[in-house]
Structure formats: structure tokens, C-alpha cells
């Protein structure tokens, strides 16, 4: 008993750890003063002011739209890969694998330089699209590893059998496999989103002037001092994803209570 | 569809992972080995050797290395504590700890001024107690603290995953043969999940090696990482020769561990954390 | 019982609301190959891990020669325990694995070495110290699992389902192998098991379990032919179980027609459930059976033709290497002898056992 409450206090410990600096954002967000060290008084002005604010509503706008089409692309591309990847013999596998991972276990600032030299040696301006790019490239491999594990799982045989109930290869494809696999895809897209949303290094890197994600907008400001709709705009992303996964979660139980029931 | 026909479908994805991944890194090495004028030299990975970049590259090495080795202090019990929890959406605990990723990096970095401000909340509750105030910020002993910070994740869940594939009945028949609690934890627990734990120190260590927003917004201006180094080659000196060669002898770190993982990651291709 | 091992006295276990084992007493006797039976979710399992210390009983005690043990953690039990999917550790060789229980009793590196080949040996696998266990096939990786158990001079050697991954060529191999693994160990074996066949080949006792409860408990002979209740009857073997009125002793009423048997002290007129091995029904002409009806199905199985009989309003299975065409009129005699008489299930609990399966 002893044991578990220890084990208890050490798992509060920790995510009290991890959540703090949410929690104090949150705080920060009401906070009536402008510094970040001293709390004066409750306010929500920050949250109307927010959509005034043209520069930060625009810098959300960059930031979801690359999220969006980063994972989205990189998801279609990622899949087939993993499609292709998984009929393959063992070397190619490994050598294609082992690429695969080069982005995901190489540092960010690597990965940013050396994306960012290749578009000026190729005299490619450094744009939204330049940013979208190299947001695709990291993006790609969570993907392949969401998807490649839900793709062994897959039996050959339900393909198969479909073949040989009439099924035309492609039909096949998307009424059996494509189901199979696409709690797998699902999650290499939200994967994707997230790290696409949260990325400041290598947008860092492969932005051009005059395009800004929240990520960037913040680092330029960390100096001059962080504006108090920022923490709003954050706070906001934040509980609402918060709120969704939790929704998403009971539908998941609900799910599965009524399958309990069927069985 | 055949796998003949079907392992073509890798093929935009080859063009791209090429286009993308393989060319930059060529582009790091040409621009790392010559000078403005085109010509081939070696002293981009001599100027490490300067004190002062070769203090930025120490401290690095110090701190990235302290942080993964308490990230892993850390980590490990939770890990083995959350694959005894009994849950029936086990998924839920991996979005706990990915979750945070959704309030933006730098401001949870920078929420860590007002944390450990000295009039700040951490200090506050330590004076209600009457406990000895701390007063790290922009020092060494802050960014620690946001390496551990950010990328603990990225040590529990590998460590956590595979601890929750070891079979419990090995471990019950290592006490079976008759080894205490302790004898099965270093002969069979642990060694099991020493994939997890490489894995989960190259996924710390590499980032923290290489960080320089960490540095920069919890060390103040003053204390400079190799990653703050290069980025300022970049950034503001817009020297792209030194800033590549730089990263090359980074790279070279970067590889050691990548070898380590791929020694010890044979069979678990296609797992993330 | 002079030689009394290990007795299990009232262990109750239960998982939340499900009762897994309920009030069981069991003993053990030295050197002996006693087999634990049943379906799954028996409690058999469960029993093993008691037995190992893998679990604590809510209620009773282990005694161990006399002492209780019921609290020792596994490490400290002088048994072993062959594990279902083997559970070999998988980072070690085929030499560390079994060295891995003397490694721990801090053994001399000779001492260890000879128990290695001496274990090797024992189970038709000399030369495997090197190899990795996951070069190995399932039959070679379940004889390394027992080699890494008996090299700990086990008192006891507790088997789960052992066979259970196993082809049928293998199973019936490694059934032989364990027989004389045992005999020339002298230890004694606990055997868990759903496969009545598996049972009957090694066991010196079967304990037949069901839902938390003993069924029965006996050698394989007694087991099977004097199966104590229906779902015993039916759990062994293939058996025609047909309620019936016990007229009085040595005469009992089935289905309307008078057969006479062997048990006695049923009383007068009192409702019994009959057991019949479908090798012991004769098919003779109508005129010589007991009952006659005609023949349903006809299936040759290799050793025997399987028949069904209808007769008197029920299907009678029958077994013999006599064939009867689908259709023919039968009569149906049974040897006296081979009629085994169960009282009915008396309480509600004891019915809901046996209705259960």
C-alpha cells in the first residue's frame, strides 16, 4: 500500500512537472500586467483583443494551414510509401527504412541548414512554400511509422480473400486493407499536425521574410517581450484540442462498452 | 496488385526522400569543405579548435549529457510504474504525455522564467515552507532544467513501450529459477528493455546537443551552445561555410548515436518512441 | 500417507466478482505425475500459479513437507515451473538460460557446466549450449524451458499446458519423453492440461476440475470408467449420458426399457443419470437387444466406424469396428458391467456446474 502510494505521488510529481508551465500560461493569459513575473489582476481583455490583432491572427492562419497540408501531403505520400515499403524484400526495406529515420533521429537544426542551403543553392526563394516543404519532409516518416505497424498486423490473407471474392485489386485495396490500416493513418496524421505545429527550428531555418508561424513570431518577440494575446491565443489552442481529445476518448470507451456487449 | 508492381509505389516517395534528405546533407558536406571562393579546405572543422567554440561544444557536451542521464533517472521508474497500471485505454497515457506539445515549445520554455523567477511561483511556495529559495535562472542549472523539460517524453515513452512488451511470464520464471526482485530486474528487465532505453537517450541526448532556443531563452544572452554558435554563423554572421562545417563535427556525435540505435533497434522497425 | 508433499488446504482465490478456485483441498505425493484437468477458466491454471507463488490465495494455506509456504515468494519454493509459451529469456543463449537458476544459487563455473550437459542431455539436445533461442523450433525451445527447470533439482515440477503450441506428431512425442523424464528424475510432476487424451497417457492421478470446483479426482482408469458425474463423463471421452429411473438394485429403467446393471444402494424408483462408453454398446440383431431402433449415421473413423442409433426417442452413440448401414434395424445390448449409474446433481450450484458446460 505504502508502494503504491509512492508510485501514485511520483506520477503527480512528474506530469505536475510537465503541466506546470501550462498551467502558468494559462495564468498569464488572464494576467491584467504585461510582465511575466508579477500578477496584476484578473482580466480577459487579452482574449477580445486577440481578434484584433491582425499580425497574430495571421501567424495562426500560416501555422494551420502549413500543419494542415504538411500532414495531409505527407500522409498520402507516407502511406503509399508504406504500401510499397512493406512488399518489399529485406534489403531495400532496411536501406529505405533506415532513410526513413534519418530526419526523425538527426537534429533539428541539421535537418533546417541543411534544407535551407539547398533552396538558396537552387535559387529557390524561401517562401510559405519552402516552409511547407521541409515541413512535409520531417512529417513523412511519422507517418510511415504509424502506418507500417498496422500494415504487418494486416493479413495477407483478408486481401486474398477478397481477390477471391470477386473483388477487383483496387476495390480490394479500399474496402479491406485501407480500413485496416486507417486507425494507423489517422494517427500518423494527427502525429504529423502536431510536430508540423509545433516545429520552431527548422522553420527557423527555411522561412523567408515576411511570413511568420506562431513559432517564429514568438522567438522575436522573447526579447521585446511576449504580447499577453499570445498566451491567450495558446491557451485557447490548447483547451480546445484538450476538450476534442477528451470527447474523442469517451466515444473510443463508448465504443468498445457496446462491443463488450455484443460479445 | 503483385509486390513486383507494388513496391513502385515507393517511388515519389524515394524521389522526395532523395530531393530532401540526401541532397541537403551533400550540401552541408560541400559547403562544410570549401571556402567562399569554391575552394576545397579544412579549416571549417578547424575552427572548432577555437576556445571559444570549443567551450560552447564542452558545455554542450556537458549539459546534454547531464540532462539525458537525469531524464533517465526519471524516467525509468515512471515507465515501469505506468506498465503495472492496470487501465483499459492504455493509448490515453502515451497523449498525456504528448499533449503538452500542443501549447507552442518556446512559450513553455519561456513559462519557465516566470517559474523559476526569484519573486516567482517555485520560489513563493518554497518560502510558505521555509525551504532554502533557488535561483537558477540564466544559468546552466536553468537550461538543464529545459532540456529535462522538454524532452523527458521522448525518454518515458520508448522506455515505457518496451517494458510493456516484455512477457510477464518471463519475468516470472526468472523468480521461478530463483532470483529475488532485485536479481530479476538486472538480469531480465532491465537488459529486455535496453532497446527502449538507447533509443530514448539518442531521442534526448541529440536534441539537447544540439538545442540553441533552450539556451537562448533560459540562459539569457550569455551563455552560448555549439547550436547557438552555428545558428548565429547562420543567422547573423552569414557565414554558411564555417556554420556547415561546424555542424559537421556536430554530425559526428549525431552519428555515433545513430549507429547506437540501429545496433540495438534490429527487429523494431516501424516504432516510433 | 506417509509421503505427502504438498497439501493444499481450503485455498479460495477470486478476481473481483469471479470465483476462480472455491474452498479446494488438494495433496501431492512424492514422485508421482499428477495432472490437473478441465476446461478453461477451471481454475487449474490458477492452482499451478498457488502452487509456484505466483499468486496468493485469498483464504488457506500450502504446507511443503508440513510447513507453510503459503507466503514464500517463488523464488524461495523448492519448485519449478515449465511455463506455457516457455518463457525463455530470449537475450541469453541456450547455455545461460539453463545455467540461469544456478547462477543464482552462486554455483561453481564446473558445477554448472556438467548440469548443462547432464541437461542437455536429458532432453535429446547435446550440443545446443550456443545456440540462440530463437533459433530454435517450439518442440527444442519446451525442452530447453524444462532442461533451465529440472537443472534447480526441483522437489516438484509444475507443467502449464506445455504441449498446448506443439503439432500432434510432437505432442504425442514429448507425452512419451515426459513420462521418462520423470521417471528418472523421481520427482513429482504437476501437469495442467485441457486435453483429456494428454491426461490419460501420463497421469498417475487426474484431478478433474470445473468452475473453481474438484470434480473428481482418481487414476486415469477410474477417471474414465467411473466417471463420478455427467460433466466428468462428458469431459472424458465420448459417452452417452441419459437420465434414467433406478427401479431397484442391479436394475435400472432407460428410455422405458429394463437394463441390467451392477451398482446397488440407488434406492427404489429414484431418478439417475447413466453413463454409457460408446465402445461398450453391442449392435445385435433386433430381436437379442435390450432396445432396438435403426441406424442415423454412419462415419468411418479409421480405428472404428462411428454409428448413431435412434432408439426409444434418443441418438445413442456407438462405436465398433462392426459395420451397420444407415437404416438397419438394431437392437441395442449392453454388458452390465459397462453401465456406470450417477446420482443426479442434488443441489442447484451443482447443477449450474454441470449445466454449464
Redesign the interface.
Known amino acids: 500500500m505504502v508502494k503504491k502510494t509512492a508510485q501514485r505521488f511520483y506520477i503527480i510529481l512528474i506530469l505536475l512537472f510537465l503541466y506546470a508551465p501550462i498551467i502558468t500560461l494559462v495564468g498569464l493569459s488572464f494576467n491584467q500586467s504585461k510582465s511575466i513575473s508579477r500578477w496584476g489582476g484578473f482580466t480577459t481583455k487579452w482574449y477580445t483583443s486577440l481578434f484584433e490583432n491582425d499580425a497574430i491572427l495571421s501567424a495562426l492562419y500560416t501555422t494551420l494551414t502549413i500543419a494542415f497540408f504538411s500532414a495531409f501531403i505527407a500522409t498520402i505520400i507516407g502511406t503509399i510509401a508504406s504500401i510499397a515499403i512493406n512488399s518489399m524484400k529485406r534489403l531495400p526495406r532496411t536501406i529505405l527504412l533506415g532513410i526513413t529515420n534519418i530526419p526523425m533521429l538527426n537534429a533539428d537544426i541539421v535537418t533546417g541548414i541543411s534544407l535551407m542551403l539547398l533552396f538558396i543553392g537552387l535559387h529557390y526563394t524561401l517562401s510559405f512554400s519552402s516552409v511547407l516543404i521541409a515541413h512535409i519532409t520531417f512529417n513523412i516518416p511519422y507517418v510511415i511509422l504509424s502506418v507500417m505497424p498496422k500494415l504487418k498486423q494486416t493479413s495477407r490473407n483478408t486481401y486474398e480473400a477478397a481477390l477471391d471474392l470477386g473483388a477487383s485489386q483496387l476495390y480490394a485495396f479500399f474496402k479491406v486493407v485501407l480500413p485496416d490500416i486507417f486507425p494507423g493513418i489517422l494517427s500518423g496524421f494527427l502525429l504529423a499536425f502536431t510536430m508540423s505545429l509545433d516545429d520552431f527550428v527548422i522553420t527557423h531555418f527555411t522561412k523567408g521574410p515576411g511570413i511568420d508561424t506562431l513559432s517564429t513570431k514568438i522567438y522575436t518577440e522573447v526579447r521585446k517581450g511576449i504580447k499577453p494575446e499570445m498566451y491567450a491565443l495558446s491557451s485557447l489552442l490548447f483547451v480546445t484540442v484538450l476538450i476534442l481529445l477528451i470527447l474523442l476518448n469517451r466515444r473510443t470507451n463508448k465504443d468498445k462498452a457496446t462491443d463488450f456487449t455484443k460479445k | 496488385?503483385n509486390?513486383k508492381r507494388?513496391?513502385?509505389?515507393?517511388?515519389?516517395?524515394?524521389l522526395?526522400?532523395a530531393a530532401?534528405?540526401?541532397?541537403?546533407?551533400f550540401?552541408?558536406i560541400y559547403?562544410g569543405l570549401t571556402n567562399r571562393n569554391r575552394q576545397f579546405t579544412f579549416e571549417n572543422l578547424t575552427i572548432i579548435a577555437e576556445p571559444s567554440n570549443l567551450k560552447a561544444l564542452w558545455l554542450s557536451l556537458k549539459l546534454s549529457t547531464l540532462s539525458t542521464i537525469l531524464c533517465l533517472i526519471?524516467a525509468y521508474?515512471?515507465a515501469s510504474?505506468?506498465t503495472?497500471i492496470k487501465m483499459?485505454?492504455k493509448s490515453?497515457l502515451v497523449?498525456?504525455?504528448?499533449?503538452?506539445?500542443?501549447?507552442?515549445?518556446?512559450?513553455?520554455?519561456?513559462?519557465?522564467?516566470?517559474?523559476l523567477?526569484k519573486?516567482?511561483?517555485i520560489n513563493t511556495v518554497l518560502t510558505f515552507f521555509h525551504l532554502p529559495l533557488i535561483n537558477i535562472i540564466n544559468t546552466p542549472g536553468a537550461i538543464i532544467l529545459g532540456m529535462v523539460?522538454n524532452f523527458?517524453?521522448f525518454m518515458i515513452l520508448p522506455i515505457y513501450n518496451t517494458l510493456s512488451k516484455i512477457?510477464s511470464?518471463?519475468v516470472?520464471?526468472?523468480?521461478?529459477?530463483?532470483?529475488?526482485e532485485f536479481?530479476t530486474f538486472l538480469?531480465?528487465t532491465f537488459?529486455?528493455s535496453l532497446p527502449g532505453v538507447i533509443s530514448g537517450i539518442?531521442?534526448v541526448f541529440?536534441?539537447a546537443?544540439?538545442?540553441?532556443?533552450i539556451s537562448?531563452?533560459l540562459g539569457g544572452s550569455k551563455i552560448l551552445l555549439i547550436?547557438n554558435v552555428?545558428?548565429q554563423e547562420?543567422k547573423y554572421a552569414n557565414n554558411?561555410h564555417t556554420?556547415?562545417g561546424l555542424?559537421l563535427v556536430?554530425?559526428v556525435f549525431?552519428l555515433i548515436?545513430?549507429a547506437l540505435?540501429?545496433k540495438y533497434d534490429k527487429e523494431s522497425?516501424?516504432?516510433?518512441w | 500417507m506417509a509421503n505427502k508433499l504438498i497439501d493444499l488446504i481450503s485455498i479460495s482465490k477470486s478476481y473481483g466478482n469471479n470465483i476462480i478456485l472455491d474452498d479446494m483441498n488438494l495433496y501431492l505425493n512424492e514422485n508421482k505425475f499428477l495432472t490437473l484437468l478441465g476446461p478453461s477458466g477451471c481454475g487449474k491454471t490458477t492452482t499451478l500459479r498457488i502452487l509456484g507463488g505466483f499468486e496468493t490465495p485469498d483464504k488457506g494455506q500450502i504446507l511443503f513437507e508440513g510447513r507453510d509456504i503459503t507466503a514464500l515468494p517463488p523464488n524461495q519454493r523448492n519448485l519449478n515451473t515449465v511455463f506455457q509459451k516457455y518463457a525463455l529469456f530470449h537475450h541469453m543463449t541456450v547455455a545461460e538460460n539453463i545455467a540461469f537458476g544456478l547462477k543464482i544459487k552462486k554455483k561453481s563455473k564446473a558445477y554448472i557446466n556438467d548440469k548443462i550437459k547432464y541437461a542437455l542431455k536429458l532432453v535429446n539436445l547435446d550440443d545446443y549450449e550456443n545456440r540462440t533461442t530463437e533459433s530454435l523450433s517450439g518442440g527444442q525451445q519446451q525442452r530447453i524451458a524444462i532442461a533451465r527447470a529440472i537443472v534447480n533439482e526441483p522437489r516438484v515440477l509444475l507443467l502449464d499446458e506445455p504441449l498446448g503450441a506443439l503439432d500432434l506428431k510432437l505432442r504425442q512425442d514429448m507425452q512419451y519423453e515426459l513420462i521418462r523424464l520423470k521417471n528418472e528424475l523421481g520427482i513429482t510432476f504437476v501437469y495442467v492440461t485441457h486435453d483429456q487424451e494428454e491426461a490419460l497417457t501420463m497421469s498417475d492421478t487426474i484431478v478433474v476440475m470445473n468452475q473453481g470446483y474438484i470434480q473428481q479426482i482418481g487414476s486415469p482408469e477410474d477417471i474414465y470408467n467411473e466417471p463420478v458425474n455427467a460433466f466428468v463423463a462428458d469431459f472424458i471421452g465420448e459417452s452417452n449420458i441419459i437420465p434414467a429411473i433406478m427401479l431397484e438394485d442391479k436394475l435400472v429403467n432407460i428410455l422405458g426399457a429394463n437394463f441390467p446393471c451392477v451398482d446397488e444402494g440407488f434406492g427404489h424408483n429414484k431418478p439417475v443419470d447413466v453413463v454409457i462408453r460408446p465402445e461398450d454398446i453391442d449392435l445385435v440383431p433386433p430381436e437379442q437387444g435390450l432396445l432396438t431402433g435403426h441406424v442415423t449415421s454412419l462415419i468411418f473413423k479409421g480405428v472404428h466406424y462411428e454409428m448413431e442409433v435412434m432408439a426409444n426417442g434418443r441418438e445413442w452413440l456407438v462405436h465398433s469396428t462392426d459395420l451397420s448401414p444407415v437404416g438397419k434395424e438394431v437392437g441395442i445390448f449392453v454388458d452390465p458391467f459397462d453401465i456406470q449409474i450417477m446420482n443426479k446433481p442434488e443441489s442447484e450450484d451443482e447443477q449450474a456446474v454441470v449445466l454449464s458446460e
Open positions: 496488385m509486390n507494388k513496391k513502385y509505389l515507393a517511388f515519389p516517395y524515394v522526395w526522400m530532401f534528405i540526401i541532397i541537403p546533407l550540401m552541408i559547403y526519471l521508474p515512471l510504474i505506468l503495472k483499459k485505454n490515453i497523449f498525456i504525455f504528448i499533449l503538452p506539445m500542443w501549447m507552442n515549445f518556446l512559450l513553455r520554455t519561456l513559462a519557465w522564467q516566470t517559474l523567477d519573486n516567482g511561483v523539460y523527458l517524453p512477457d511470464s518471463v516470472d520464471a526468472a523468480r521461478d529459477l530463483g532470483a529475488n536479481q538480469r531480465i537488459p529486455l539518442t531521442m541529440v536534441p546537443l544540439t538545442t540553441f532556443v537562448d531563452i547550436g552555428i545558428e547562420f554558411w556554420g556547415s555542424s556536430l554530425m549525431i548515436s545513430m540505435v540501429s522497425e516501424g516504432n516510433i
